[in-house]
């Protein structure tokens, strides 16, 4: 069982813009930065978000990241075919100290 | 370029031991500004944060692996290592090794990952 909360898939037509929540509580995403990750079939989660709502160099600005309270959100515009992935949020939980992740969305661009 | 690579027997004996090593070219495992984390990834479920290591200083773990959890740096071949006792097939998942920043802890370098089974 997944300490923070993702819907289980999403889906949105080419071009389109799709968002994916993230719920946690006050001692994880209350108290810490979240991160999201993209992880293509067969391949390593790659960083996307980092710090609420930064992209690492490289990462396009359809990609956008935002945080309020005990949730986060990540939001695609410009959807392509490519972008079709699972998608993660991380972040630490302060009690106990430990890293945590969302059960993860499949996104399918229809 | 910062590089993890994972290496270990791909296949484990229930009740053994699984040993995973991660091998980090291109920056420095004795990094201040880094944890070294383990992450697996049973077949068809999501991500799963089970530790991570700072050299020099505090190892973290998930607390319900914790107490068949081990985990280790070597400065001298910039490796980590992550030992978990007691496996059984609950256990079967890649595992990934991947860096941390510290202190809000995204992880920005990974492994490509191992599949490690747990079978007699």
């Known amino acids: 069982q997944s300490v923070l909360t993702q819907p289980p898939s999403v889906s949105a037509a080419p071009g389109q813009k799709v968002t994916i929540s993230c719920s946690g509580s006050?001692?994880?995403?209350?108290?810490?930065?979240v991160s999201w990750y993209q992880q293509l079939p067969g391949t390593a989660p790659k960083l996307l978000i980092y710090?609420?709502?930064k992209r690492p160099s490289g990462i396009p600005d359809r990609f956008s990241g935002s945080k309020s309270g005990t949730s986060a959100t990540l939001g695609i515009t410009g959807l392509q075919t490519g972008d079709e992935a699972d998608y993660y949020c991380?972040?630490?939980?302060?009690?106990?100290?430990?890293?945590?992740f969302g059960g993860g969305t499949k996104l399918t661009v229809l | 370029q910062v590089q993890l690579q994972e290496s270990g027997p791909g296949l484990v004996k229930p009740a053994e031991t699984l040993s995973l090593t991660c091998t980090v070219s291109?920056?420095?495992?004795?990094?201040?500004?880094?944890?070294w984390a383990w992450i697996r990834q049973a077949p068809g479920k999501g991500l799963e944060w089970i530790a991570s290591?700072?050299?020099?200083?505090?190892?973290y773990f998930k607390s319900s692996l914790k107490s068949r959890l081990t985990i280790s740096v070597d400065t001298s071949k910039n490796q980590f290592s992550l030992k978990l006792g007691s496996v059984t097939a609950a256990d079967t998942a890649v595992y990934y090794c991947?860096?941390?920043?510290?202190?809000?802890?995204?992880?920005?370098?990974w492994g490509q990952g191992t599949l490690v089974t747990v079978s007699s």
């Open positions: 991947a860096r941390q920043w510290i202190p809000h802890d995204h992880a920005d370098y």
């Open positions: 291109g920056g420095s495992i004795s990094s201040s500004s880094h944890h």
């Open positions: 290591v700072r050299y020099g200083g505090n190892s």
């Open positions: 006050s001692s994880d995403i209350g108290k810490n930065y």
């Open positions: 710090d609420n709502n």
């Open positions: 991380g972040t630490w939980d302060s009690s106990p100290r430990a890293g945590v």
